[in-house]
T-cell receptor, first 109, second 115 residues
Framework: GQNIDQPTEMTATEGAIVQINCTYQ??????LFWYQQHAGEAPTFLSY??LDGLEEKGRFSSFLSRSKGYSYLLLKELQMKDSASYLC??????????WGAGTKLIIKP | DGGITQSPKYLFRKEGQNVTLSCEQN?????MYWYRQDPGQGLRLIYY???????QKGDIAEGYSVSREKKESFPLTVTSAQKNPTAFYLC??????????????FGEGSRLTVL
């Protein structure tokens, strides 16, 4: 079956760096998305990776290894507003999005 | 401002009642989606539409119905046949007609509670 795994919850300190991991098992692969979702709000797009490597976008970076079925989202210089859930989603060969349950990130001062 | 609007934000329903959740977008997007979000689970696709007057079932379509009479509107009806309707419902749109290619733009969500 198809599956996405990511940690349920992580805690980090303001100003620090945190890495949120995501592993996926899908029938074929057409890319991986990361979304941010603040509590009770709409998810917003962060990144899309389809090729191996690191994509940097300001304080946020996303990495993909297709051979390992692995991605991570790296958040630098953490701010309190980064407290949110981070959703990983993989696109399979039929262009169906398989979503992880999300990682709740708690930022402490 | 362009965006996607869902209403109502909160809705309470008695068992046996049908309810309709509204989703409107002014982004001129072809594709629209309805997802259900439950605690501890990933988003699950209910229905999607890639073009006006056409829609397809997602993974959990039973007990739900949709229509796509206008490009900007994609309402979802939660029928009495849906056995566990209490959930957070998210509508999304995409500027790519091909399913799930491209960034999804989500509405603020509608939280349905069945009493």
């Amino acid at each position: 079956g198809q599956n996405i795994d990511q940690p349920t919850e992580m805690t980090a300190t303001e100003g620090a760096i945190v890495q949120i991991n995501c592993t996926y098992q899908t029938s074929g692969f057409n890319g991986l998305f990361w979304y941010q979702q603040h509590a009770g709000e709409a998810p917003t797009f962060l990144s899309y990776n389809v090729l191996d490597g690191l994509e940097e976008k300001g304080r946020f970076s996303s990495f993909l290894s297709r051979s390992k079925g692995y991605s991570y989202l790296l958040l630098k210089e953490l701010q309190m507003k980064d407290s949110a859930s981070y959703l990983c989603a993989a696109l399979d060969s039929n262009y169906q999005l398989i979503w992880g349950a999300g990682t709740k990130l708690i930022i402490k001062p | 401002d362009g965006g996607i609007t869902q209403s109502p934000k909160y809705l309470f329903r008695k068992e046996g009642q049908n309810v309709t959740l509204s989703c409107e977008q002014n982004l001129n997007h072809d594709a629209m989606y309805w997802y259900r979000q439950d605690p501890g689970q990933g988003l699950r696709l209910i229905y999607y539409s890639q073009i006006v007057n056409d829609f397809q079932k997602g993974d959990i379509a039973e007990g739900y119905s949709v229509s796509r009479e206008k490009k900007e509107s994609f309402p979802l009806t939660v029928t009495s046949a849906q056995k566990n309707p209490t959930a957070f419902y998210l509508c999304a749109s995409s500027n790519s007609r091909d399913i799930h290619t491209g960034e999804l733009f989500f509405g603020e969500g509608s939280r349905l509670t069945v009493l």
